[in-house]
Each structure stands twice: as structure tokens, then as C-alpha cells.
């Protein structure tokens, strides 16, 4: 990674308190839902959104969610977790993502959308896993805004997004910034002090081979074929799920599971 993404990174402003309290409740053992919604609730954005995601057909709930109560208890922590902390990177970065061709809407639009896919799928695999899985998915493309802010600044951005509609944005990356989103994602959540295992799963996704511990290594894989299922900046196709089934057939995972969850979000 090059000094001038290390400079960017290193200049980021700290969480809003609200994400840091959160984060908080979350790595303590001895917090619960009612400790987590009490402070969700004094986040009237927070409250909002929640309940807009619990409500939407993204996530397949069966009733109406009508309280924050209702919504933290299905969601879990690790998801409103991966939500607070979302709603905090969009707060803190000014997010322009011309170069990959969409807006600040559409960035948040598929991260939630590959946090969906992520409990769809493996809520029904490891529910467990879910405690790093879940705000993985959901954070996993925030390197992406320190990429795009440093091909604004070099005033690449239309050649950039051309390079990366005909050969791919992981391509144009390379290419232009050699880095990868993953690299500076993981970076980005050393710096802001998250706990290993999110780091090291976002870290690892680009190559999950790499990680020698078994559950590090599944965790991995499993981000992995997420972020080949949600595409940048189209979302879910019939396409993106029969490249990311290849992964799952590689990594010995259930494809039947995994087609199941994706086709659901297909639109």
C-alpha cells in the first residue's frame, strides 16, 4: 500500500461515541440486547434505519417490527452492530464513489445487501459465525472510499471507472492504486481498533488460503464468496451467483444453501 493511502487512513477522524459505546456492549460478555438497544435509542438515524432494514424484504422476516426491542432481538448484535457502525463510517467519511460508478446510496444500498445475503446464508450454516461474519459483510467495501477519494485526487476518476467497467474494479485497483480494497478495509478497522477477527477476515478474503487457522480460514472464504455475489456496482445478477457458487464448490460449502439465500435477493 502506498504512502499516500497509509496518510489517508492514519488522518481518519476517531468513531462517533455512539459507534464506540456499541462497539463496547458488543466485546463485553456480560452485556445483552437490553444494554445494546438503550443506547441504540438515543441514535434517533440509528433507530430509523433499523427499523426501515427490519421491515424491508431484504431480510425475510415473517411480522411487522414495530420496536427497536423487537428489531435488536431478531437482528442480534452482531448485526445492529455491523449497522451502528455503517451508519458511522457514513457520518464520518465523505463517501464519493463516482469512480466506481455509483453514489454514496448505492455503496450503502450493497453493503447492506451483502450483510443480508450473509445472515440469509450463514444463519442457516454457523449461526455462531455470524459474530464476525455479520459486520464483516457490512464493512468489508469501506476500503473502497479511501480508494475513490485517492483516484478523485489524482483526477482519475473517468479513467478509472472505464478501466474498471471493461476489465473489473479489483482490476482497476491494482492497476491504478496497486492495492486492494481488502488490504486498505483491514487497515482502516486496525486503525480504528476493531477486534482481530473482523481485521484478519477482511484481511484474508482476498486470498483465503493464506489463513492457517481453521476458522479464520472459513470465515474468510465465506466473505469471499459474498463479495463475488454482491458486485460493484450492479448488486446481485444470476451471473455474480453462478461465479460465487463456483467458490462455494471449491471451499466444500452447501450450494444448495447458498443458491437458496442468493437467488432470494436477486431484484
Not at 9 to 36: F, M, N, R, W, Y
Request: one cysteine or more; a negative charge; proline letters at 4%.
Amino acid at each position: 500500500m502506498n504512502e499516500a493511502l497509509y496518510s489517508h487512513i492514519k488522518s481518519l477522524p476517531p468513531l462517533p461515541e455512539s459507534a464506540t459505546k456499541i462497539q463496547a456492549i458488543c466485546a463485553d460478555p456480560h452485556s445483552g440486547v437490553a444494554d445494546l438497544a438503550k443506547v441504540i435509542e438515543t441514535d434517533p438515524m440509528l433507530t430509523a434505519n433499523l427499523l426501515k432494514a427490519a421491515n424491508s424484504p431484504l431480510y425475510g422476516f415473517s411480522r411487522e417490527i414495530k420496536t427497536l426491542a423487537q428489531a435488536v432481538s431478531l437482528f442480534g448484535m452482531a448485526t445492529v452492530r455491523g449497522f451502528a457502525l455503517a451508519g458511522a463510517v457514513k457520518s464520518t467519511l465523505k463517501i464519493d464513489m463516482s469512480p466506481y460508478g455509483m453514489d454514496a446510496e448505492r455503496f450503502v444500498d450493497l453493503a447492506q445487501l451483502q450483510n443480508a445475503l450473509m445472515i440469509r446464508w450463514y444463519g442457516q450454516v454457523n449461526r455462531a459465525m455470524l459474530d464476525i461474519l455479520s459486520p464483516a459483510a457490512f464493512l468489508t467495501n469501506v476500503g473502497r472510499v479511501i480508494l475513490a477519494r485517492e483516484i478523485v485526487g489524482q483526477g482519475k476518476t473517468a479513467e478509472f471507472a472505464n478501466f474498471g467497467k471493461e476489465h473489473g474494479y479489483e482490476a482497476a485497483e491494482e492497476k491504478y492504486l496497486d492495492a486492494t480494497y481488502q488490504e486498505v478495509s483491514a487497515a482502516v478497522f486496525t486503525q480504528w481498533r476493531f477486534e482481530q477477527e473482523i481485521v484478519d477476515s477482511i484481511a484474508y478474503s482476498l486470498e483465503p488460503e493464506h489463513a492457517t487457522e481453521p476458522n479464520m480460514r472459513r470465515c474468510a472464504q465465506a466473505l469471499k464468496v459474498v463479495q463475488a455475489t454482491v458486485t460493484t456496482p450492479a448488486g446481485i445478477t444470476a451471473e455474480s451467483i453462478e461465479s460465487a457458487g463456483e467458490l462455494v464448490t471449491t471451499y466444500g460449502m452447501n450450494a444448495e444453501s447458498f443458491s437458496k439465500a442468493a437467488s432470494a435477493l436477486i431484484k
